[in-house]
Structures are given as C-alpha cells and as structure tokens.
C-alpha cells in the first residue's frame, strides 16, 4: 500500500505533496538521497509470527525500484506490536518522474503506520 504522508516540514522547491496522492516530482534530473525512518504497529494486537517480513519499497513511475535495503525480520513469534524499519536508499531520478513509497508485510494481517513516520530526499548531484 502506497503511504500518504501528511506533514511537510520545509520544501522550499514545492516538489513534494502529501495526503492521498503523496509524492515527490523533482524538477531537476539527479541523484537523489532518500532517508525513511518508519514503524509498523500492529493492529488489534496481532503477534508477529516467526519470519515474519516488513519491507519499504521506493516506486519511480508507478515501478518498484528497489526495496531500499530496508527490511526487517522477525526472529520469532511475538506480541511486539513495533518492527521498526529506517535506512537510506539513493537513485537515479529524472525530472517530472514521480516518487512514491510503499510498504509491505508478510504475515497477511492488517498493519498501520506509527504517526511520527518521516522521509527526508536530498539532491546529491
């Protein structure tokens, strides 16, 4: 499921949006920096399970890039209701392409987002 960030904190070049359609659209083709620092809170108490996979993906154009390095498994079963997934993913983007993040989890049960989830994207070149 695509996340909808929806606090923006300084983007001086208005080339992020938050809400629904969050995204980002450089102007300026580059090398970009992506820093995510995320949780995942299980909903209704349900455990983690044993091997259980939490992933974020960095989608260009509505294609997966790449899942960013970031990804967290569980070692055993549990009632942990955080797995916590944070890292930087940097690539290529082209002008006018749209970046969306996505998040993913293995154990089939419903998952939501901590409110203090954040991304930071610097241009590198």
């Not at 359609?21 to 995510?36: E, K, L, M, N, Q």
């Not at 970031?70 to 009632?79: K, R, T, Y």
Request: hydrophobic fraction near 35%; glycine fraction near 10%; charged fraction near 15%.
């Amino acid at each position: 499921a695509q996340i909808n960030f929806d606090t923006e904190e300084y983007d001086p070049y208005n080339q992020f949006t938050t809400g629904a359609s969050c995204r980002f659209v450089p102007g300026t083709a580059a090398y970009y920096d992506f820093h995510i620092e995320q949780a995942f809170v299980s909903r209704n108490g349900s455990a983690w399970v044993a091997g259980g996979l939490a992933r974020m993906d960095v989608y260009i154009d509505g294609g997966p890039v790449a899942s960013a390095g970031l990804d967290s498994v569980e070692g055993s079963a549990n009632n942990a209701y955080v797995m916590n997934l944070s890292g930087c993913y940097s690539c290529s983007v082209s002008a006018g392409s749209t970046v969306d993040f996505r998040m993913y989890n293995s154990t089939g049960k419903a998952r939501q987002l901590e409110s203090d989830v954040a991304v930071s994207i610097y241009r590198v070149t």
